[in-house]
């Protein structure tokens, strides 16, 4: 069996957040009027991602997820200049998920030296969790 060395394929981990997010009361924020939770808080690629129908909410909350895990790992929180939306949650084209930052979020990436993410999502009947690692150049310390 061979392991991942994340240090040497992928860099050094830097940062790192968790988040979870009870589907329930995540579902009560998608009903009207959603819309105005949905801009607030996903770009529109990531709306179209999530697609329509049952798993919707599950999609959504793994990405809402997902976005707090970052503030975390970077030591911030929303407001003063950052918003949801920043952290924008991408898919590769194997599926896997990654992540994007955009305007102040990305300065203070940049300012810690992460120039990759490693992301895992998942999620039961009642909650989604995510987990995210912010990685460094080997060189960059």
């Known amino acids: 069996m061979h392991g991942l060395n994340i240090s040497a394929s992928c860099g050094l981990a830097v940062a790192h957040g968790v988040d979870l997010v009870d589907l329930s009361d995540f579902s009560r924020l998608l009903t009207e009027p959603a819309s105005i939770f949905l801009d607030r808080h996903f770009t529109d690629q990531e709306r179209r991602t999530a697609g329509v129908g049952v798993n919707q ?48 979020l990305a300065t203070i990436q940049e300012e810690a030296g992460i120039s990759n993410w490693l992301v895992s999502t998942s999620h039961t009947a009642s909650i989604a969790m995510a987990s995210v690692i912010g990685l460094a150049a080997s060189g960059h310390q």
């Open 57 to 104: 909410a599950s999609r959504l909350a793994g990405r809402f997820a997902v976005k707090e895990a970052v503030m975390k790992a970077l030591g911030t929180g929303w407001g003063e200049g950052i918003s949801f939306t920043d952290v924008e949650v991408i898919n590769l084209e194997t599926g896997a998920p990654t992540i994007v930052l955009h305007r102040k």
